[in-house]
Nanobody
């Protein structure tokens, strides 16, 4: 599975950005898709995920500001980011989990990362 992310950039605090990620290759059995981020000097953290059934999970820090959506037919996942803050500055990574018959062997794929910079 290859993940291609796009949509990062520079925005002022309070502004909005939309990230998009497209999965290609062997996309069968992709279960969860989502976004993680990593700020300089910090560990990678979950931002939001969405299952194939549409169940979403958000980090507390982005609830009410970010919205994740998914198109199962196109194998794409988007992240609409509103009311951006300087602390949202990070490299954002698209993520996809491919389910195995035995969940022990589920496999995670990662995109190349896209930079989001929020200026205050």
């Amino acid at each position: 599975v290859q993940l291609q992310a796009s949509g990062g950039g520079l925005v002022q605090a309070g502004g909005s950005l939309r990230l998009s990620c497209a999965a290609s290759g062997s996309t069968g059995r992709i279960s969860a898709m989502g976004w993680h981020r990593q700020a300089p000097g910090k560990e990678r953290e979950l931002v939001a995920t969405i299952t194939s059934g549409g169940t979403t999970t958000y980090a507390d820090s982005v609830k009410g500001r970010f919205t994740i959506s998914r198109d199962n037919a196109k194998n794409t996942v988007d992240l609409q980011m509103n009311s951006l803050k300087s602390e949202d500055t990070a490299v954002y990574y698209c993520h996809a989990r491919k389910a195995a018959l035995n969940p022990k062997y589920d496999y995670d794929y990662w995109g190349q990362g896209t930079q989001v910079t929020v200026s205050s």
